[in-house]
């Protein structure tokens, strides 16, 4: 079968390869992948849009009380009337970043400036999750802020090889994190 790869050049030891010296299974097999995530993002894609349109489109899900999808990725607990801390769930990456910025603009319509991001419990972070942050620190960034509290070892490699650290501030626990935003907040 042929998935799209360009034609063969040439044949090493009963091995088919391409330029470069790639062989043809490894290029048939990265094929096959690409078309299988293509696939994937597209099914989250509709599933994401399916449960924000099940949700009335006049009103914002309520930051306490939501629903759907937000749910099974975070939760919101209040620490002044304009900081929040919101626990990150298992992940944050192409499959929910989008339900995130929702999940955070509402909070932003409710008064909210100030973010704690808890990443205690998140495995997985991506640059469709990094850019939901950022596009969360952009909507905040006159009046208010976001932080980073207790980073999984996963978020930490994440955060040290892009380093984020240099744009937001990390805390060791939601505690140090709260007292730091909580006086900013009054101020």
């Known amino acids: 079968m042929n998935y799209g790869a360009p034609p063969e ?13 790639v062989p043809t299974a490894l290029i048939q097999v990265l ?24 949700a009335d489109s006049s009103k914002h899900i309520p930051l306490l009380n939501h629903q759907a999808a937000s749910t099974m990725f975070f939760q919101a607990e209040p620490v002044t009337p304009r900081a929040v801390i919101i626990h990150v769930g298992k992940t944050l990456d ?9 999940f955070c603009r ?32 952009r909507e905040v960034s006159a009046a208010g802020k976001v932080v980073f509290a207790s980073l999984s070892d996963a978020v930490r490699v994440v955060v040290q090889i892009t380093h984020i650290y240099r744009v937001f501030q990390l805390f060791p626990s939601t505690q140090a994190a709260r007292k730091a935003v909580t006086a900013q907040a009054t101020v």
């Not at 299988?36 to 993002?41: A, L, M, N």
């Not at 419990?121 to 640059?127: E, F, P």
């Open 31 to 54: 094929s096959l992948c690409k078309l299988s995530w293509i696939w994937s993002v597209n099914c989250m894609q509709r599933k994401i849009k399916r449960l924000l349109n099940s």
């Open 94 to 102: 192409f499959e929910n970043a989008e339900v995130f910025s929702h």
């Open 106 to 137: 509402d909070a932003i319509a409710q008064g909210y400036q100030h973010f704690i991001l808890d990443f205690s419990k998140t495995g997985v972070l991506d640059s469709s999750g990094l850019g939901a942050i950022f596009k969360l620190q």
């Open 9 to 21: 050049l040439g044949f090493r030891g009963g091995v088919g390869y391409y330029k470069h010296g």
